[in-house]
Structures are given as C-alpha cells and as structure tokens.
C-alpha cells in the first residue's frame, strides 16, 4: 500500500509539472528606428506572432520587430 | 478413401492456402517445452569450496538474472537443455555455461581480482570478452552522473578513443577515432536510432534516464550494423532487468553550479516470474555556463524532459518488449549571429539567463519497437520492429516563426536466426530502414529538401572455436535507394549497393588475450552532401552539395593485446583505417551575400593510424586503490591532410580512485574518493580553414557517499576543473569565437532508494 501510494504521487507530480509547464512564452520586442531601438516591452503568444509576420507600424512606416535578447 | 472424398479434402486444403504463412509460427508456439521443472546451481568458491553469496547468474536466452543465496544456490524455472548461463560475482573469474541435462549441478568460480570473461554481446554472437575476436568496451552509465557527467557523449569519452564533440553545454555527439555525425551509427537496444546527426550543430538526441550501459565498437561495423557504420556504433541500453522477485524505485537530484543547473530523475524497474517492466523519466534545466573570468556563455542554456520504459514478457520459449522513448529538448545555439563583425566579445555575458531566447533549437524524438526472441535447444530466432519520429525546429531570427522545421520519420525492422552446434554459432540476418524526411510549411527556410531513403541489408556470420583460437566472420550486402520527388529543383533518384566483411580473431593464452580483426564499412552520402544549397547560419557559410559523391569505402585492420594479472592489466591496441572516397566540405572562391561558398568534395584516399594503450593498477598493499591512465593517438597519414578536420587531440587520462566501503561503518560510509585528470597534447594536423590548437589540462575531483544501515541514500558529488583552466578543445563547434569550456564547476547530488 506504502509503495502504492508512493508510485501514485510520483507520477501525479509528473504530469503535474508537464501541465503547469505548458504555459505562453513571453518575449522583450523592440525595433530598430530611425533614432535607435524602440522596445515594445514584453509581448506573449499570438501577439509576438503577428508582430513578427506584420512588424509594427509607426506614422505609415512598418517596422521589423526583434523579440529576442539584446 | 472415395476419390470424391479425396476431392473434397483437397478443395479444402486449398481453400486454406491463404493461412499457410502462419503455420511456421505456430510450430514454433507447439514445439513441445524441452526444458526441466525447477534447477538449481550451487556456486563455490573453486579454491575453498565456500557457498558464494550475491552471485549474479544470468540466463541469455531468457533475459533473466538471479542472485545467489546464502548457500550459493540459485533455482531457475522453465530452463532449458542447451541453454547460456553468464555468473559473474564480485572477486571471481565470469564464466558462461552451456546448461546440461540435468536438475542439480555445482560450478565453482575461480578467485580473482579482475575479470577478462566479462559478458560480451555483438551482433555475431554472445560470448565472453576473452573469446570476442572484435574489442568492445562497455561503460555503466547508470552512476554517470557520479562524475558529474551531463550526458551520454560525456560519459563515452572515458573510453580510450572516444571523444566528445559540443556546441555548448546543451549539444553534443560522440566522436570514435576521430569519426562523428553520419559516420557513427547509434543504436537504442536493437533499434538503429536517428536523428538528424548530418548537422554539427545536432547532437545525439538521447538523454540518459533509465540508460544502464554503453556499448562502443570502434571503427568500421557495417557487417552488422550496415551502412553509416564507418567511424563505429554505439549501443545504449536500457537498464538490464532485475533479479527475479526484486522491485526497485529510486529517485536522484543533482545541482551543477556552473550553469546553476539542475537534474532530477527517476527509475522503478520490477522483475516476475514473467512480467518485467522498467519505468524511467528525468528533467533538467541549465542557465548560460560560465567561463574563466566571471563571464558566462551566451545563449548556451538548455532544458529538456526525457522518459523511457519497457514491459516485457517472458515466455516458456520465448522473450518479448515492447519499448518506448521520447526526449523533448529546447537548446540554445551558442556562438550563431549575423553580423559578420562579431568579436568572441559579443558571445560572452556577464550575468547568466535560464529562458529561451534567438537562436534556439526545439528537438522532439520518440521511438517505439518491440523486440521478439524465441529460443530452442541449439538455436534463436530474432524478429523486431520499430518506428521514430524526430521534429528538428530551429528558431533563428523569429521566435514564432521557425527558420528550419524538419520532421523524420524511421521505419526500421529486422530479423535474425541463430544456430549453436558445438564450438560453432552460425547467423543469418535482414535489416530493413525506410526514413522519411519532411520540411514543414511553417518554416522559412529549407536546408535539405524532402526526400525518401530505403536499405535493405542482409548477411550472415560464423563464430567458431578452435582449439584456443576464436574466429569471427561474416559477409554482407546492403542497398539503399535515395529519393527527391521530382517536383522540386532538386531531383534525384539514386541507387547504391555495398558489400562488406568482417573477420576477427582472439587467441586467451594464460593472463594474455591476443585480438586481430579486419572489417569494412562503407557509407552512403547523405542528403546534405548531394543537394544542400543554402546558408548553414551555424557554420557562417552557404553550402553547396555535390550530387556526383561516390560512397565512402572503410577497411580497418585492428590488433590489440590484453595482459591482466592479480593487480595489473595493461591493454595496447595499434590499428589503421583505409578510406576511399572521403567526403568533406572544402572552400570556393565565390562568395554569396558576403558568406564564402563552401562546396562538398572527396579525397580519393584517406588513411587514418592510431592507438589506445590503458593501465589499471591497484597494489597488493591497497587492494581498494585502483589507478587508472589511458592514453588515445590518432594521426592522419597518406593522404591530403587538408580534407580531414576536427582530429581529436592526443589525450592521457588519469583517473586514481580509493573504493572505502569496506572500511567505512555506521551510518555514514564513504564509499569512494577520487580525481581524475585529462592532458591533451596540441593538435596541428589541420584542414582548409581551421586553426590548430593548443595543449591543456584539467583536473576533476569526486566523492561519493552512503546514508543509513541499508544503504538508501547516497550523497555524491565533486568538482570538475578544480583549477578554473581556460580551454578550448579542439573537436569543439565553438572554437571559432573563442569560447572556453566551463570554468570551476561544484557539482552535488541526491539518491535516494526508496524500494
């Protein structure tokens, strides 16, 4: 029973740890303007996608978006 | 009988034509169990005649182990006549015993302080190491991390020529006399296991979570392990059952300071009279590793989750398992940018980060297969399967759009049948492979198109015994068929075919064991090396393949001989290995977007000659202190030096080590301290573009520690380059920029046994 239950919590904290680690990545994002980088501070999941697949906009001038370390 | 009768039953029979195949199978289901109801084995000291307790005696065919009792007994079930048993116990010679006729006998077990018997299973045969005509060294890699050991290259690279080739902390892949990526074949049991190894940026894709041991063979395999086994093969394997009745759970954390790193892992295996099952799973997460200097590796962190398992059924004749493994790894790419002005400066942080950032490498590999065996009096019959699925995405300048997404898929199966009749083991074998590489739409770049390959080998061995002489042979023929479709720019159907042989001799006279082989090996040109058309963002070059690449031709002649006494052994193995046809990347003079052109070429003739030498000692005034050097030389001669890069440096590595369990008592006991150190000599022998490099020398220390009367808990731990060197090895993928290996690197660690 002792090890039964041993068994039982070891792989509960398993698939615990696996589901709270499935969580949305978040990234700093800047851009390089024309007076230097810009940051955008930090952006998550879909947001960050469509930041880098549309850049950002600023005055009709779009901009490629950097999410990642400096 | 009526001939309509006679019809009638014909007509039948016919009718059942269909289900024919099936008859074999069942015949060997029906084959009448020769095997007696209960044996038992007394086990003696062959001097004394004392009971020898705590034996382990393994039956082959079975899988299965049992441990001897106080009385040296040991009582096996449904045994076979003509069956393997392997005994091996602490302080005595191994010895392998062809079961007789009979439900009661005695073995006595000759004393002595190092074994040459220990158990030896290559792809010819199962026998003892002194009668194996190929050298195979084997590691126990389920107390690697004792060492500090991150991963499985790591630990291999204790072995006399064997290295480790990284990039960074989070990558890397073995490399055997000097040959790594698609010329080692890795295998996972007795599935061939693959995982983009093409890229020296791709590691070996495995973590080490319920692996019990390592198998290496170095040089040419193909014989066996068909074609890519060029440079060797590594053989991992799960954790071997347990003894019959035994139950295990055991848990173990570790902490590494220099990348803030942590391990954990599990294992709980338990062993039936029929069912056996092995659960194992690990985590670990490592920031940026620091260097000399208080500075830290830029981007070198990496995290990965890992699991393996297997249940297993063990029949009246047969044995059978069904496995499974994944690996989920997210990695930094270390020392990859786009500024062509970069400095090693640029590549060396003062403080340390754990999240993923550009650019980065997310691997996923799972394999599953099953393994069937069914055994008789004097012959086996082998029959396996399996499938692995790898997902290689990397993420180079957007982190939510991938600029490399690959997915390969491995079919592989294979089947063997294996004949004993006296002194003499015939086997006759196929292999099959059909991999499927696929590029994903949602990646921005293609490096290697999709494409198809397919081998088929088959082949057949003979060990025999004569007098003292063990000889090993065999001859085989592999194809393999390579397919682009041809919608692409890149088309390509190619066929191959490649014959190869190996023979090999052992000659145990007295404390000596005199080894000499000859084997081939050849390999294909992979999918990179034909078409690659693109920049390798990792290697600051744009590639070019080259579709016309012949196969690359192995022939390696090894020797090696062994003496061991009570306290010494002493081992020298001299060896040459012939290449036609050596593939490598050379230089243009073109240049693309300001990235020099690099194009795939050969050298019509290679020759690589080295050697491996290793002492172990422990003096008769300290049976418990064992010293151990093996030093490992590799030169290339006869050819065009500049074809050949990334030759490993000359390396002695020492290892003094004082075993103190037998004098420790209470609840605290020492169980072993000890430091190690590796000296590698200069490299110079160098390629086009690559620089040489210098001498250095580390210097580890390690301990290890039991808790409690029974053992539960053991403490370990050490430090690894106590004197904080600043090194650069040769093999690694990081020399370019300048980044040194970790500095001074504390390590602690936890085990815990709770069943």
């Known amino acids: 029973m002792k090890n039964k239950s041993i068994i039982l919590s070891a792989t509960a904290a398993i698939i615990l740890s696996l589901l709270t680690s499935c969580k949305k990545h978040c990234h700093d994002c800047h851009y390089d303007g024309p007076n230097g980088e810009v940051e955008l501070g930090e952006k998550c999941g879909d947001e960050v996608e469509e930041l880098e697949s549309k850049g950002y906009t600023v005055s009709d001038t779009s901009y490629t978006v950097h999410c990642h370390e400096h | ?755």
């Open chain 2, 1 to 755: 009988m009526q001939p309509c009768c006679i019809k009638r039953y014909f007509h039948t029979f016919a009718r059942l034509k269909n289900i024919y195949f099936i008859f074999p199978f069942i015949a060997f289901l029906c084959i009448p169990a020769v095997f007696n109801a209960q044996v038992s084995i007394a086990l003696k000291d062959a001097h004394t005649l004392e009971a020898i307790e705590g034996a382990m005696v393994y039956q082959l065919e079975k899988d299965e182990y049992r441990l001897s009792d106080a009385l040296g007994i040991v009582a096996f079930t449904r045994i076979n006549e003509g069956s393997r048993i392997y005994i091996e116990a602490l302080g005595y010679e191994s010895r392998i015993i062809v079961f007789p006729d009979t439900t009661q006998f005695t073995v006595e077990l000759t004393p002595s302080h190092i074994s040459m018997k220990e158990l030896t299973v290559t792809g010819i045969g199962t026998t003892t190491r002194d009668k194996s005509g190929f050298r195979i060294d084997k590691i126990d890699l389920k107390n690697s991390s004792a060492m500090g050991q991150l991963n499985i290259p790591e630990a291999l690279s204790l072995i006399p020529g064997v290295y480790s080739a990284n990039l960074g902390n989070g990558i890397a892949k073995p490399v055997i006399r000097g040959m790594q990526g698609m010329r080692v074949v890795t295998m996972l049991n007795a599935m061939r296991f693959e995982a983009q190894q093409w890229g020296g940026d791709h590691g070996i894709g495995i973590g080490n979570a319920g692996v019990g041991s390592a198998e290496v063979i170095k040089g040419p395999a193909s014989l066996v392990y068909g074609a890519d086994a060029m440079g060797g093969v590594v053989i991992l394997n799960d954790m071997s059952p347990l003894p019959v009745g035994e139950k295990s759970l055991v848990m173990k954390t570790q902490y590494q300071h220099v990348s803030r790193g942590a391990m954990s892992q599990f294992s709980y295996q338990q062993s039936g009279q029929r069912w056996r099952f092995l659960f194992a799973g690990g985590a670990s997460s490592h920031s940026d590793f620091g260097i000399p200097k208080h500075l830290y590796a830029k981007n070198s962190r990496f995290q990965d989750l890992q699991g393996r398992g297997y249940a297993s059924y063990s029949g009246d004749h047969s044995v059978h398992y069904v496995r499974y493994a994944f690996n989920a790894a997210t990695t930094g790419i270390p020392g990859h940018t786009h500024d062509s002005l970069a400095t090693p400066a640029d590549f060396q942080i003062s403080q340390p980060r754990r999240e993923w950032t550009l650019p980065a490498q997310f691997i996923r590999n799972h394999i599953v297969s099953q393994e069937n065996k069914w055994y008789f009096s004097h012959s086996e019959f082998h029959l396996n399967a399996g499938y692995a699925r790898n997902n290689l995405i990397e993420f180079d300048e957007k982190v939510s759009i991938p600029s490399l997404s690959m997915r390969l898929d491995n079919f592989l199966s294979n089947i063997k049948y294996v004949y004993r009749f006296q002194q003499v083991e015939l086997s006759a074998g196929s292999q099959w492979m059909h991999q499927i590489n696929s590029n994903m739409p949602d990646a921005e770049e293609e490096l290697i198109p999709n494409s198809t390959t397919t081998d088929f080998g088959t082949y057949i061995t003979a060990a025999v015994t004569l007098g003292d002489v063990n000889v090993q042979s065999g001859v085989r023929m592999d194809t393999r068929q390579i397919i682009v479709p041809s919608d692409t720019s890149l088309s390509l159907r190619k066929n191959y075919q490649g014959y190869n042989y190996a023979v090999g001799l052992s000659y145990p006279k007295g404390n000596w064991i005199f080894r000499t082989s000859l084997a081939s090996g050849f390999r294909i040109p992979h999918v990179t090396e034909l078409l690659a058309n693109g920049y390798h963002h990792g290697a600051l070059r744009f590639e070019q393949g080259n579709r016309f690449l012949n196969p690359e031709y192995a022939t390696q002649v090894d020797c090696s001989a062994e003496w061991s006494s009570e306290h010494t052994t002493i081992m020298l193995n001299p060896y040459v290995n012939h290449i036609r046809n050596y593939i490598y990347i050379k230089p243009t003079s073109e240049r693309m977007n300001g990235m020099p052109v690099f194009i795939y070429t050969s050298a019509k003739e290679t020759m690589f000659a080295g050697g491996e030498a290793s002492v172990h000692f422990h003096p008769h005034f300290a049976h418990d202190l064992h010293i151990q050097f093996n030093g490992t030389l590799l030169r290339l001669i006869n050819s065009d030096s500049a074809s050949v890069s990334l030759m490993p440096q000359p390396r002695i590595s020492g290892d003094i080590r004082y075993d103190l369990s037998a004098y420790s008592k209470g609840q605290v006991r020492i169980d072993q301290i000890g430091i190690r150190t590796v000296i590698c000599d200069a490299q110079r022998q160098i390629a086009i573009e690559e620089t040489s490099s210098p001498a250095y020398a580390t210097l580890d220390g390690y301990f290890s520690i039991s808790l409690g009367t029974k053992r539960r808990i053991q403490l370990e731990g050490g430090c690894k380059n106590i004197t904080d060197t600043r090194y650069i090895d040769h093999l690694s993928r990081l020399k370019n920029i300048e980044m040194p290996f970790p500095g001074r690197n504390f390590y602690f660690g936890i085990q815990y046994k709770i069943i």
